[in-house]
């Protein structure tokens, strides 16, 4: 039995299965000859390719002979070995020299061309093991002073990533401490019986759940924002119907508190190039902590109007202002005021989304005379 045949007989199995004579590959189309009539289209390109490279070969091997030729006759001429005139002999030596300038010129730039290569290549061994704050020296023809300049930017960019993760990782391990430490305490003595379970003992839970639930939801916004890859869905969005649809939203809450919310919209302010659910964000977060900060008998004022080509959304209001030593730090994670009850990230993600808009955000406050905060953003353009 041949190893084309099978212990049971019947052929072998090519063509048991159809596929015709030995060799055709299974996705061969039926009816079609095997092997094919003429030259096969990849030996053609194969034969292509080797007559290239075979090509290039002989044009290397020609070139080669004749560069070594043409030294040894400038060799021979210069020693006299060939006779020459005294002109051609000088013209010969001449030639040597430039010649040899030439290859040490050329040996020189390309082992500074190495050495700038083997620095790059070192720099990107470096940000592999964690080094992201490596440089490398600009130097060079104008390409690789360019691809230097590019280099360092990414691996600037790479370290201020790198920090920013790891601030932004022990910030917020610091801030998960307090509420789970709350429910833990709670639910401890709950379970011993120290605590009946009642609403007065429960309340602490529910409000170290609910900064739990506001740090879990603000973290892909803010891990986002850190590497510049937040995504937005822009469109025409008209600020009054976004101001005052805000500012219903609150009415209850602003009832509630004795507080008078207000909405001054210029009658020539543009629409504005937004993502509407991301800036309804900011303006909400602006306006409860408006509310919530400013007592009784105050009044929330919400104003837009174009200015220098923007459009300048303000939210102010006349509350107890914010204290001098911590008004620098507003916008930076995990900071609040004493007594705060949120996680102190507010104020930081509505400066992210407005950066990401190409827009700008700023506070002025006064202990004891109320806050504003205006914000930037580019109208719609057709």
């Known amino acids: 039995m041949t190893s084309s045949e099978s212990p049971s007989g019947g052929g072998p199995p090519w063509r048991r299965q159809g596929w015709g004579p030995p060799g055709r590959p299974?996705?061969?189309?039926e009816g079609e000859a095997w092997p094919p009539a003429g030259r096969a289209p990849w030996r053609r390109i194969g034969r292509r390719f080797i007559w290239r490279i075979a090509s290039f070969v002989a044009l290397a091997f020609l070139f080669l002979a004749a560069v070594l030729t043409g030294a040894g006759v400038l060799v021979a001429t210069a020693a006299g070995v060939i006779a020459a005139p005294i002109p051609v002999r000088v013209l010969s030596i001449v030639a040597l020299v430039a010649v040899g300038l030439i290859v040490v010129r050329g040996g020189r730039r390309v082992g500074r061309f190495a050495g700038d290569i083997g620095a790059f290549i070192d720099a990107a061994g470096?940000?592999?093991?964690?080094?992201?704050?490596?440089?490398?020296a600009e130097r060079g023809p104008r390409e690789v002073r360019t691809l230097a300049r590019a280099f360092n930017a990414m691996s600037a960019r790479l370290a201020a990533t790198d920090r920013n993760r790891r601030a932004f990782v022990a910030d917020l391990t610091h801030e998960l401490r307090t509420p789970l430490a709350v429910i833990r305490g709670q639910a401890e003595a709950i379970a011993d019986g120290i605590y009946p379970?009642?609403?007065?003992?429960l309340a602490p839970i529910f409000d170290a759940?609910?900064?739990?639930e506001t740090l879990v939801d603000a973290m892909p916004t803010l891990t986002l924002a850190d590497v510049g890859a937040m995504r937005l869905k822009r469109e025409m969005v008209e600020v009054g119907v976004l101001v005052n649809s805000t500012l219903a939203a609150f009415q209850a809450m602003a009832d509630a508190a004795g507080v008078v919310l207000r909405a001054q919209i210029e009658p020539n302010t543009p629409a504005i190039d937004a993502d509407?659910?991301?800036?309804?964000?900011?303006?909400?977060?602006?306006?409860?902590?408006?509310?919530r900060y400013?007592?009784?008998?105050?009044?929330?004022?919400?104003?837009?109007q174009p200015v220098d080509g923007r459009v300048a959304i303000s939210v102010r209001d006349t509350g107890q202002g914010i204290p001098e030593d911590l008004r620098s730090r507003v916008f930076d994670r995990f900071v609040k005021g004493s007594g705060s009850p949120g996680a102190g990230l507010g104020l930081a993600i509505s400066k992210d989304v407005v950066a990401a808009h190409g827009g700008s955000i700023d506070i002025s406050s006064e202990p004891g005379k109320g806050t504003e905060v205006r914000f930037t953003l580019p109208p719609w353009r057709q």
């Open 26 to 29: 299974p996705w061969w189309p």
């Open 126 to 136: 470096r940000i592999e093991t964690g080094d992201y704050g490596v440089q490398v």
């Open 197 to 201: 379970a009642d609403q007065a003992h």
């Open 209 to 212: 759940a609910q900064s739990l």
């Open 276 to 291: 509407p659910a991301r800036i309804r964000g900011v303006l909400m977060n602006l306006v409860s902590n408006a509310v």
């Open 294 to 304: 400013t007592p009784s008998g105050g009044t929330v004022t919400v104003s837009a």
